[in-house]
C-alpha cells in the first residue's frame, strides 16, 4: 500500500509540473479560451475512519485512501463559473480495525467476532472501487488564472469490485476475499473547497458498507465510511 502510495503522488507531481509548464506557454501567448473548463483530472488522499461500529469494535493504526480519475466540467452559465461535473474514477483504502472477518468450515458462511484484548500483528480491511462523481460547482475562475476559490458538492456513486480482509499475527494469517453480505453498491455525499492547488476533501457514506444480515453479538455491524482528505485537480 505504501509503495502504490508513494507512486501515485510521484505521477501527481510530474503531471501537474508538466501542466504547469503548459499553462505558463498559454499565458506567454496571451491566448485565452473563452469556452475554458476547470478541474478535469482529480487526485485525492484521505484518511478513513469507519462510522456506526457496533460496540467494542474499534479502529487503530492509519486507514488511508488514493483516490483518482476524471470528471467533464460542463458550465451552465456564461462566466462559466457554475459547473456540473460527471465522471469516472478509481479509489483504493485501508481500514485498521480490530473486527475479526472469517467463514464458517462447511457452510462458508461469514463469522464476525471482535478482537477486542486479542495480541494480533495486522487486521484490516482493503477495498477497491469504481466511481462516478456528480458534483454540483461552483468557483471564481477567469480564463488566464488557475488560482482561484472553489466549492464543489454532489454525489459518488461507487461499485466495490475487490474486497479482502487480512487476519494475520505470529502463527497465523487468515484472508477472506468472499463476503456476501457486503453492499457492493456504494453511495456517498462529498463536499471540496479550498484555493488553488490545495483543497480539502470530505466523503460521507449514505449506505452501510455491510447488510443488516452481518451481525456481532446481536448488534448489526454497519461501518458507514467517511473520508476527510486532499484533493488536488489538474487541468
Not at 509548464?21 to 478541474?39: C, F, I
Not at 451552465?76 to 480495525?97: D, Q, T
Not at 462458508?108 to 471482535?114: A, D, K, N, Q
Not at 483543497?199 to 473520508?227: M, Q, R
Request: glycine share 8%; charged share 20%; hydrophobic share 35%.
Amino acid at each position: 500500500m505504501k509503495k502504490f502510495l508513494l507512486s501515485i503522488m510521484c505521477f501527481f507531481c510530474l503531471f501537474l509540473c508538466v501542466s504547469q509548464e503548459t499553462g505558463s506557454s498559454v499565458q506567454e501567448d496571451k491566448t485565452l479560451d473563452s469556452l475554458y473548463r476547470e478541474d478535469q483530472f482529480y487526485v485525492g488522499v484521505t484518511y478513513n475512519l469507519l462510522l456506526n461500529r457496533p460496540t467494542n469494535i474499534t479502529q487503530s493504526g492509519f486507514s488511508g485512501g488514493v483516490h483518482l480519475g476524471f470528471t467533464r466540467d460542463m458550465p451552465v452559465n456564461k462566466r462559466r463559473n457554475i459547473a456540473i461535473g460527471l465522471g469516472i474514477g478509481y479509489s483504493v483504502n485501508v481500514y485498521n480495525h480490530n473486527l475479526f472477518i472469517g467463514e464458517e468450515e462447511g457452510t462458508e458462511e461469514s463469522v464476525f467476532t471482535s478482537l477486542q484484548g486479542e495480541d494480533f500483528d495486522r487486521n484490516q480491511i482493503t477495498t477497491h472501487l469504481v466511481e462516478a462523481p456528480l458534483e454540483f460547482r461552483w468557483r471564481t475562475s477567469v480564463p488566464d488564472t488557475h488560482k482561484f476559490y472553489r466549492i464543489y458538492t454532489g454525489l459518488r456513486v461507487g461499485y466495490l469490485y475487490h474486497f479482502s480482509s487480512n487476519f494475520k499475527r505470529s502463527d497465523l494469517q487468515i484472508k477472506q476475499t468472499k463476503v456476501n453480505e457486503l453492499n457492493r453498491w456504494r453511495f456517498g455525499a462529498t463536499f471540496t473547497f479550498g484555493w488553488n492547488t490545495f483543497n480539502f476533501h470530505f466523503y460521507y457514506s449514505i449506505n452501510s458498507l455491510f447488510d443488516d444480515t452481518a451481525v456481532i453479538e446481536g448488534d448489526t455491524i454497519g461501518f458507514n465510511p467517511a473520508k476527510v482528505g486532499l484533493i488536488f485537480y489538474i487541468l
